[in-house]
């Protein structure tokens, strides 16, 4: 179907205002990056909802993430949903233009897949040398075991891990 007959459609099937929330940040961001808000009727009103903690991140932070990964003295640990979400379309690193942790890893940073932020501990006691930087996203399904990581690595002074 074509985009012009599909927004026809949904012209003709708007009765009344119509309040519409994507839950997803990658809903909101295709809307917006196609500009289908702007095609809607004005009686259908978008509400850009809480998104997953990945597809909420903003760009900044993740290119602070990049920044991190490529120091030869940092170990940037994560989730492994986190390695493909993009910061800035330029790259923040220049040496490496990466736009994301895969990018960074396969440019030679040191970026690892955590299943928990719990394994940092053990990779900062491995390399008390190197700065091991974990990369919290979430909301409530993962801060309790971040907030544990945290706990943690104060109760074991860990001063290499953040």
Same mark, same amino acid.
């Given at each position: 179907?074509?985009?012009t007959?599909l927004?026809?459609?949904?012209k003709?099937?708007?009765t009344?205002p ?6 997803c940040?990658g809903?909101?961001?295709a ?5 289908i808000?702007q095609?809607?009727p004005d ?12 597809c909420v991140?903003?760009?900044g932070r993740?290119d602070q993430?990049?920044e991190?990964?490529a120091r030869p003295e940092v170990?940037l640990?994560s989730?492994?949903d ?14 490496t %233009? #990466?736009? +994301?942790?895969?990018? $960074?890893r396969a @440019?030679? =940073?040191?970026?690892?897949?955590l299943?928990?932020?719990?394994e940092?501990?053990a990779?900062a006691q %491995? #390399?008390? +040398?190197?700065e091991v $930087?974990f990369? @919290?996203v =979430?909301?409530?399904t993962?801060a309790p075991?971040?907030a544990?990581l945290l706990?943690?690595a104060? %109760? ?7």
């Amino acid at each position: 179907m074509r985009t012009t007959q599909l927004v026809h459609q949904i012209k003709d099937s708007c009765t009344r205002p119509w309040t519409l929330m994507e839950v997803c940040g990658g809903q909101t961001h295709a809307l917006l990056r196609h500009g289908i808000d702007q095609l809607l009727p004005d009686a259908i009103s978008l509400i850009h909802g809480p998104g997953c903690p990945v597809c909420v991140t903003a760009c900044g932070r993740i290119d602070q993430a990049l920044e991190l990964a490529a120091r030869p003295e940092v170990i940037l640990c994560s989730f492994g949903d986190m390695l493909r979400v993009p910061g800035s379309a330029a790259g923040v690193v220049p040496a490496t %233009a #990466a736009t +994301d942790l895969l990018g $960074a890893r396969a @440019a030679g =940073g040191d970026v690892r897949l955590l299943t928990s932020p719990l394994e940092a501990i053990a990779l900062a006691q %491995a #390399a008390p +040398d190197r700065e091991v $930087a974990f990369l @919290a996203v =979430g909301f409530e399904t993962t801060a309790p075991a971040t907030a544990l990581l945290l706990r943690q690595a104060r %109760a074991l002074g860990l001063a290499n891990l953040s």
